[in-house]
C-alpha cells in the first residue's frame, strides 16, 4: 500500500516542469482538456511561452470530431502573443486561417501544413509576404502551384529548408519542371530539399543544382521522371551529402506511398471541412471546444473570416 510519505501531488512540482510536460501533449488536447483540470494548469496554459510551438495534429476524421480545429488554432495562436515560432496545421487549414497566422507571428521559423485542400495559391503567397524569418517550410498534399513557390522563395530570404511532397505516380507523360524551376530560381540558400513524388525531370534536378550551391540533403523518392546517371548522378554524389534516389525504400516516410499508376490528378484528393461551432462559457479561461454556441474567433462555419 502506498504511504502518504510516497504520494506525490503534481501541484507540487516546479512551473518549469509542468508546462514541459503540457507542452508534450498537443495543442488540441491542452485546449480541450488538460487547462481545465485545475486553475493552476489553466494559468500556466495561458502563458505565451507555452505557444511558442503549436502542434495542430490530427488523423484528419474532422467531421467526427466535437470540436473546431481552426478556431482551437485561431486561440492558439492569439495566446502566443506573437511568440509564435512553429506550427504544424493538418487537413483543416484555409487562406483565412493561413493569413492570420501570418499577421500575429511575424517572428515564424517553421511552418508546415499537410493535406491541406483549402488553401490557395493566393492565400499562401499573401502569407509567405508576412513571414521574412521563415526558415522551414513544409507543403505535403495541398493543391499549391510554382506561382506560389515563387512568391516563397522571394519573400522568405532565410529559407533553408523546403519540403514539398505529392503522391507518387509512374505515368511518365505526366512531366513538369515548373516547381523545380520555381525552387531553383528564388531559393538559393536551400539545405534540405524533399521533393517527395514531384514530376520533375533530370533538366529540373540539373536547374536545381545549379540554383542551390549549398544544398546538402535532396530527396528525390518516387520522383519517376528522373534518371540519375552518368555526369549528372556524378554530380549529386560529389554534392548531396545526403541523396535519396527515385527508387530508393519509402520506410522511414511517414506517408502513404502506394504509388498511382494510373487514375486521377492531385486535385482529386478529397478535402475535409469542419463545420463545428466552438462554445465557452463565461469567463475566458476555460473553453470547450464543441457544442453550439455564439462564441467566436472571428471565423464562420465553413472557416472563413468574416468582419
Given at each position: 500500500?502506498?504511504?502518504?510519505?510516497?504520494?506525490?501531488?503534481?501541484?507540487?512540482?516546479?512551473?518549469?516542469?509542468?508546462?514541459?510536460?503540457?507542452?508534450?501533449?498537443?495543442?488540441?488536447?491542452?485546449?480541450?482538456?488538460?487547462?481545465?483540470?485545475?486553475?493552476?494548469?489553466?494559468?500556466?496554459?495561458?502563458?505565451?511561452?507555452?505557444?511558442?510551438?503549436?502542434?495542430?495534429?490530427?488523423?484528419?476524421?474532422?467531421?467526427?470530431?466535437?470540436?473546431?480545429?481552426?478556431?482551437?488554432?485561431?486561440?492558439?495562436?492569439?495566446?502566443?502573443?506573437?511568440?509564435?515560432?512553429?506550427?504544424?496545421?493538418?487537413?483543416?487549414?484555409?487562406?483565412?486561417?493561413?493569413?492570420?497566422?501570418?499577421?500575429?507571428?511575424?517572428?515564424?521559423?517553421?511552418?508546415?501544413?499537410?493535406?491541406?485542400?483549402?488553401i490557395s495559391d493566393e492565400g499562401l503567397s499573401e502569407?509567405?509576404?508576412?513571414?521574412?524569418?521563415?526558415?522551414?517550410?513544409?507543403?505535403?498534399?495541398?493543391?499549391?502551384?510554382?506561382?506560389?513557390?515563387?512568391?516563397?522563395?522571394?519573400?522568405?530570404?532565410?529559407?533553408?529548408?523546403f519540403k514539398f511532397n505529392v503522391q507518387g505516380c509512374?505515368?511518365?507523360?505526366?512531366?513538369s519542371d515548373d516547381e523545380a524551376l520555381a525552387i531553383?530560381?528564388?531559393?538559393?540558400?536551400?539545405?534540405?530539399?524533399?521533393?517527395?513524388?514531384?514530376?520533375?525531370?533530370?533538366?529540373?534536378?540539373?536547374?536545381?543544382?545549379?540554383?542551390?550551391?549549398?544544398?546538402?540533403?535532396?530527396?528525390?523518392?518516387?520522383?519517376?521522371?528522373?534518371?540519375?546517371?552518368?555526369?549528372?548522378?556524378?554530380?549529386?554524389?560529389?554534392?548531396?551529402?545526403?541523396?535519396?534516389?527515385?527508387?530508393?525504400?519509402?520506410?522511414?516516410?511517414?506517408?502513404?506511398?502506394?504509388?498511382?499508376?494510373?487514375?486521377?490528378?492531385?486535385?482529386?484528393?478529397?478535402?475535409?471541412?469542419?463545420?463545428?461551432?466552438?462554445?465557452?462559457?463565461?469567463?475566458?479561461?476555460?473553453?470547450?471546444?464543441?457544442?453550439?454556441?455564439?462564441?467566436?474567433?472571428?471565423?464562420?462555419?465553413?472557416?472563413?473570416?468574416?468582419?
Amino acid at each position: 500500500m502506498t504511504t502518504a510519505a510516497e504520494t506525490r501531488n503534481w501541484l507540487e512540482l516546479p512551473l518549469d516542469v509542468t508546462a514541459s510536460i503540457l507542452s508534450r501533449i498537443g495543442a488540441i488536447e491542452i485546449l480541450n482538456s488538460a487547462q481545465n483540470v485545475c486553475s493552476l494548469w489553466r494559468n500556466i496554459c495561458k502563458d505565451p511561452l507555452m505557444w511558442r510551438s503549436i502542434d495542430m495534429h490530427n488523423l484528419g476524421d474532422l467531421w467526427d470530431m466535437d470540436y473546431d480545429l481552426a478556431k482551437m488554432c485561431v486561440h492558439a495562436v492569439d495566446r502566443s502573443c506573437g511568440h509564435l515560432l512553429d506550427i504544424n496545421v493538418e487537413y483543416f487549414g484555409t487562406d483565412a486561417l493561413l493569413l492570420h497566422i501570418s499577421e500575429r507571428s511575424v517572428h515564424l521559423k517553421r511552418l508546415r501544413i499537410v493535406s491541406c485542400y483549402n488553401i490557395s495559391d493566393e492565400g499562401l503567397s499573401e502569407a509567405a509576404l508576412k513571414l521574412p524569418f521563415l526558415e522551414e517550410l513544409e507543403i505535403s498534399y495541398c493543391s499549391i502551384s510554382k506561382d506560389a513557390l515563387e512568391t516563397i522563395g522571394r519573400s522568405c530570404p532565410l529559407l533553408k529548408s523546403f519540403k514539398f511532397n505529392v503522391q507518387g505516380c509512374r505515368r511518365f507523360h505526366l512531366e513538369s519542371d515548373d516547381e523545380a524551376l520555381a525552387i531553383a530560381q528564388t531559393m538559393p540558400e536551400l539545405r534540405h530539399l524533399q521533393l517527395f513524388g514531384n514530376k520533375l525531370t533530370n533538366d529540373g534536378l540539373l536547374a536545381i543544382l545549379n540554383g542551390c550551391p549549398h544544398l546538402e540533403y535532396l530527396d528525390l523518392r518516387q520522383c519517376f521522371n528522373v534518371s540519375l546517371g552518368g555526369n549528372l548522378e556524378k554530380r549529386c554524389v560529389e554534392r548531396i551529402k545526403n541523396l535519396r534516389r527515385p527508387n530508393d525504400s519509402t520506410h522511414d516516410y511517414e506517408f502513404y506511398t502506394e504509388v498511382h499508376d494510373t487514375g486521377s490528378s492531385d486535385d482529386d484528393y478529397p478535402s475535409g471541412i469542419s463545420d463545428i461551432d466552438v462554445m465557452s462559457d463565461d469567463y475566458d479561461d476555460y473553453f470547450e471546444f464543441s457544442g453550439d454556441s455564439d462564441y467566436d474567433f472571428g471565423y464562420d462555419y465553413d472557416g472563413v473570416l468574416f468582419d
